[in-house]
């Protein structure tokens, strides 16, 4: 997972500079200064592990090895589907900068914090609607996600909170 933090203005990722082209536009607040959006592959993953005792060896039952089962969902963003917004931002080296700092905020913060409130809520591609939705908060961004009943995709939404 990776936000794409080098986009060039173009008129297809900022045609309006309020809302990004990509992603849950419609959770953006009005007169957010800086917005990010991207529509992502998503899906659950299996993962088996071997299943442990207390003191860490393995169980085994009938000579193999039991293994557990685990499903963990998985954000694939897409480079070509991602848009940023400046809204209130509109100087390009403020801009810029803006970007980054908000671009790493969602890399190390916001994506793995939705990804675990996606696995929380056990949010399925076939999702739709309010109850589907999950967002998080802080140091003074929001991201918020949903599937829109899109059967294999998640849309995203990020911005900086006004104080």
């Not at 936000?3 to 953006?28: F, Y």
């Not at 207390?54 to 480079?79: C, D, N």
């Not at 991602?82 to 994506?111: E, F, N, P, V, Y």
């Amino acid at each position: 997972m990776s936000c794409d933090t080098n986009i060039e203005p173009t008129e297809r990722n900022t045609a309006d500079l309020t809302r990004p082209a990509w992603g849950l536009t419609a959770a953006i607040p009005e007169g957010a200064p800086l917005a990010w959006g991207a529509r992502a592959i998503y899906s659950w993953r299996e993962h088996k592990r071997p299943v442990t005792t207390a003191t860490g060896k393995h169980k085994i039952s009938r000579g193999q090895r039991l293994m557990s089962t685990t499903y963990e969902p998985v954000i694939e963003l897409l480079f070509d589907r991602q848009g940023w917004a400046s809204g209130t931002i509109i100087d390009g080296a403020a801009r810029l900068a803006a970007i980054k700092t908000m671009g790493a905020w969602i890399d190390k913060i916001g994506l793995p914090a939705i990804n675990a409130a996606c696995r929380k809520a056990s949010i399925q591609t076939t999702d739709d609607g309010p109850r589907a939705r999950v967002e998080f908060s802080s140091d003074g961004y929001t991201i918020a996600a949903c599937p829109n009943g899109s059967c294999g995709y998640l849309y995203l939404a990020a911005w900086k909170v006004t104080s």
